[in-house]
């Protein structure tokens, strides 16, 4: 099953996310299948970019997203 979720990079205390479609069974910062967009929470304001035909595409695979990124995608709908 394959899930889209938020994979960490960046320093210490200076955290960003990638969006990532990645196995459900995989760790947090594991192989992942595609990279979506990426969040960078510590801006003022919060950067959040993400490829709405990819999530698209996607979800209509069977992707769950994940409770972050549902909510994440609503925001800038």
Do not use: C, H
Request: positive net charge.
């Amino acid at each position: 099953m394959l899930k889209i979720r938020l994979s960490r990079v960046g320093s210490k205390k200076k955290p960003t996310y990638r969006i990532v479609v990645i196995e459900k069974s995989r760790a947090r910062d594991g192989r992942f299948v595609e990279v979506l967009g990426y969040y960078e929470p510590k801006k003022n304001p919060a950067t959040f970019k993400l490829n709405k035909e990819k999530y698209a595409y996607w979800v209509a695979k069977g992707a769950q997203p994940s409770d972050t990124v549902r909510a994440l995608s609503k925001a800038i709908d």
